[in-house]
């Protein structure tokens, strides 16, 4: 049996424009915000995983592990960058989980973030396209809102999805980041606004048809940081210990057209059965979860792929407020990547510090009441490559 | 006890000038190489690490595994990249090594790979120097030839180094290279024609004072790969199986101007000693090793801070042959970075191939003879990050 792992600190900078500080910068804020509440005192940090898509792209830093290491005075801290497109933070999560069960470390730290907002739209657009298939999407200039732009038409000719319920899913996850201080976006909306009224034309415009403004989420900076510890020594930091019961990735055909079903995200299904079977837990053990709403459709399509509903159902329940923060399995209390924001590297570690403050008692006017069990899905690529976990908190 | 690991297949794209492919392409060939030397029939592989410095720098291509596993077929396998500079290929490695003592997979694929050359020569110079320190280091110009010179000349004037020595090196690993099918450079030198003769001026030019041409690797194309098996069903696969005993990674002070002795590579000096420590093995023990020449002067200065001599001492062993092919202590069978090529994001990988192959006693011409013990270190940053290994073959 590997060594049991806890998360015994979570630790956010600031989502959104931020043109204050460089990516170092938001390294360090997060990561210093998560050291701190993890109590570390004066322990040492074994490793470090940074994740980032985008740092030598879009800031000429390369090897930012090695830079970070030095620059948070932890040296001589085993220290790799992990990248895998958008899910890059749950990549880089998992191999801190890794190192400690496999013994070659006690404590880990994972700092996962992006500067993205410093190069006009159209460039970044073109870097985040650089995950998709060189030759079978990119060279015919596939974007991603393009690609879910076609998957969300696919949805909803075959499962009945309307354009009410992805605005249902923004008015929801804007609301819910209303409570997060570190969301990028804190702005109420209203499904009056943004979809049902006339005005609704105006102020939630046509982006990629069926996809319109607020089903995107924004181009954010930002960074997350989680710290890593071995079960066995993780009461001497928290009486609040998180345990990573379940780990879960799956890689999926990468050129979205040459899977048999586009609708169907396996890679999904795949990382997060996998979580589940380890975490020996289903999907209604859950308390909440975390998922990937890049664009709004992804969070109705993952929530079914990672068993919380039927396939073709999940916009019943969005429908019926089953999601909503007070309903009975609520989504994205963060406000996900469309409200907190999707700074690309740091949201898979984001969503861990959600799950770990949200399991610890610690969110505030979002807390899930009593949630004891939490999952979370971070979404590369177009679904090629996906990272899952089941959290818990034993009582 | 984490579960024993073992090395059961090693394979490796030609490195050069590879014009004729893709870097996926060059990352294919060498996994598929290394999944026949395997005998991995249809077993299935768990996991899949891509060690990559600079595609999407170089090639507009992120989230490279996801990229990969697609292409060979191996999906679901759980796939992500691994980028930490030149150690890229050692860090890969190492995650690798995690998963299986994890208990989270039984086989591994590991696939390092560069393709460089299809950019200026000054390009790759500036997106190499990306890894040095952001502020002190590379918005002032440092490059990394300027730092191994300024490195070079410091060991020179405290340890009475002389060009003859890195010479003698350069020599010596063009040599074994004429015995590597794989190498990038395939060429005899001599001691006369680039230092004692009077058309060495001519023939190896100073680049950046005092280094001169030959002190110098090249700038590859290549890919290596190996594949990481559970050492409890090794067996099953082979009855050479190669058992990594000892994994060591370190930081150090990421500007080199900033640390205390800038001749002391105390990365490699604890990376090693944490391998040798686990390994329950000492320097003394190892039959050869495999350093990290991206400058001549890097061979020496490692071989002393890894244990091999006393610090100093190192070019008057070059000197008596110690670390030629035939000698007492071999470094570098394969030709080195200085000779077999530095496609970055593949040598690390590379060098854990060349180890695999003497220790099973297929190097072919340039075997070790009885080679059962062996050493690497691969260099990250100028010595900020430094993954070493001991690998070792039980009778």
């Not at 790799?80 to 191999?95: F, L, M, T």
């Not at 992805?166 to 008015?171: D, E, G, K, N, P």
């Not at 209203?190 to 034309?201: H, K, N, Q, V």
Request: proline content about 5%.
């Amino acid at each position: 049996m590997p060594r049991e792992v806890s998360i015994i600190g979570a630790g956010m900078a600031q989502f959104g424009n931020r043109t204050d500080k460089t990516l170092m910068g938001l390294f360090k804020e997060a990561a210093t915000r998560a050291i701190d509440h993890a109590n570390l005192g004066d322990t040492p940090i074994s490793s470090l995983y940074v994740s980032t898509m985008l740092a030598g792209e879009l800031t000429n830093q390369t090897a930012t592990a090695s830079a970070l290491a030095d620059e948070l005075c932890i040296i001589p801290v085993a220290a790799d960058r992990v990248e895998n497109g958008p899910a890059s933070g749950g990549s880089a999560v998992k191999n801190a989980y890794l190192s400690i069960a496999a013994g070659f470390a006690d404590i880990v730290l994972v700092v996962g973030g992006e500067k993205m907002r410093e190069v006009p739209g159209d460039r970044i657009t073109d870097l985040i396209a650089t995950m998709t298939h060189p030759t079978a999407e990119y060279i015919n200039g596939v974007t991603l809102p393009s690609l879910a732009a076609m998957f969300t038409r696919l949805y909803m000719n075959k499962y009945g999805v309307e354009r009410k319920h992805l605005s249902m899913i923004a008015v929801k996850n804007h609301s819910n980041a209303l409570m997060n201080p570190y969301a990028h976006i804190h702005r109420k909306i209203t499904l009056e606004g943004i979809c049902t009224s006339p005005e609704a034309e105006v102020n939630n415009p046509i982006i990629a048809d069926p996809l319109r403004l607020f089903d995107m989420c924004p181009v954010s900076d930002g960074a997350a940081a989680v710290v890593l510890c071995a079960g066995d020594i993780a009461k001497k930091f928290t009486d609040k210990p998180v345990i990573v019961a379940g780990v879960g990735q799956a890689t999926d055909i990468h050129a979205v057209a040459q899977r048999p079903d586009p609708t169907a995200l396996n890679a999904v299904k795949n990382s997060s059965q996998q979580a589940f079977k380890m975490a020996r837990l289903t999907p209604k053990d859950m308390d909440f979860a975390e998922l990937h709403d890049a664009f709004t459709i992804l969070e109705i399509a993952e929530s079914e792929d990672a068993g919380f509903f039927e396939k073709g159902t999940a916009h019943k329940a969005v429908e019926q407020g089953v999601t909503l923060l007070g309903g009975k399995f609520p989504i994205n209390p963060s406000g996900g990547l469309k409200a907190r924001g999707h700074p690309v590297g740091a949201t898979g570690v984001a969503q861990i510090a959600e799950l770990t403050w949200q399991l610890r008692g610690e969110a505030g006017e979002r807390q899930v009441k009593g949630a004891k069990k939490a999952f979370s899905c971070n979404f590369g690529g177009f679904g090629n490559n996906v990272v899952s976990f089941v959290l818990r908190r034993d009582i």
